[in-house]
């Protein structure tokens, strides 16, 4: 069964505006952890913010943030003022703590951001 | 630090070759992974290991074997290349106590990648 779901398999998002990407996730652990990673089209996976099931506040870093909504198993990152550089493959992904899914990351079919002038 | 490095960073290989990916990374993390990625799609995961000695299957692991025998190092065998296996391939390794703890601090690094393709 599919673990981590981004439903929106492309976006675009005009310089300067505000981009959220959703990410639903499926699991029975009450400890884990959700990754966002970023992967230019030159192919690196950039790792940008983290959250975890026991924070209490949403995680920001610079321009990203997380809007964390644990009963809805949802994790959207949410990308303010967009730039250029911001154009790429987005990926959401879950660590467990489960037995059977111990230390493994789990990530979605990734939604693809074209920041536009 | 190198963090994780991979080589090669891109070979053709024929139908029923065979070839070995290397994988080193230098920040002493007792996990590490191997990945898939297939052209727009999300990874998958082949295999992974929980430290030396250890290692254990993904969701894709036929046609691939791995071995760890130190903390630094995770190659990827390929046996019998096929063209399904044409694909960019993703090295990683992250932190994990074994017992427990945080999930903070624990993001994978990733390798440049290897783009793969058999013909």
């Known amino acids: 069964a599919q673990k981590i779901t981004q439903t929106q398999p492309g976006m675009f998002v005009q310089e300067k505006e505000a981009v959220t990407l959703d990410c639903t996730y499926d699991t029975s652990d009450p400890s884990y952890g959700l990754f966002w990673y970023k992967q230019p089209s030159s192919g690196e996976m950039i790792f940008l913010i983290y959250?975890?099931?026991?924070?209490?506040q949403n995680a920001t870093e610079g321009r990203y943030s997380l809007n964390f909504q644990k009963a809805r198993k949802s994790a959207n990152l949410v990308i303010s003022a967009s730039q250029l550089g911001d154009s790429a493959m987005y990926f959401c992904a879950m660590r467990e703590k489960t037995t059977d899914s111990w230390g493994k990351f789990q990530f979605g079919a990734g939604t693809q951001v074209v920041v536009t002038p | 630090n190198a963090g994780v490095t991979q080589t090669p960073k891109f070979r053709i290989l024929k139908i029923g070759q065979s070839m070995t990916l290397q994988c080193t990374q230098d920040?002493?993390?007792?996990?590490m992974y191997w990945y898939r990625q297939d052209p727009g799609m999300g990874l998958k995961l082949i295999y992974y290991?929980?430290?030396?000695?250890?290692?254990d299957k993904g969701e894709v692991p036929n046609g691939y074997n791995v071995s760890r025998s130190t903390t630094e190092d995770f190659p990827l065998r390929l046996e019998l290349a096929a063209p399904s296996q044409t694909s960019v391939y993703f090295c990683?390794?992250?932190?994990?106590?074994?017992?427990?703890?945080?999930?903070?601090?624990?993001?994978?690094?990733f390798g440049q990648g290897t783009r793969l393709t058999v013909v």
């Open positions: 959250q975890g099931s026991y924070d209490q």
């Open positions: 990683a390794s992250s932190y994990l106590l074994t017992g427990g703890g945080p999930l903070s601090n624990t993001e994978a690094f």
């Open positions: 920040m002493n993390h007792n996990y």
């Open positions: 290991s929980v430290g030396a000695g250890i290692t």
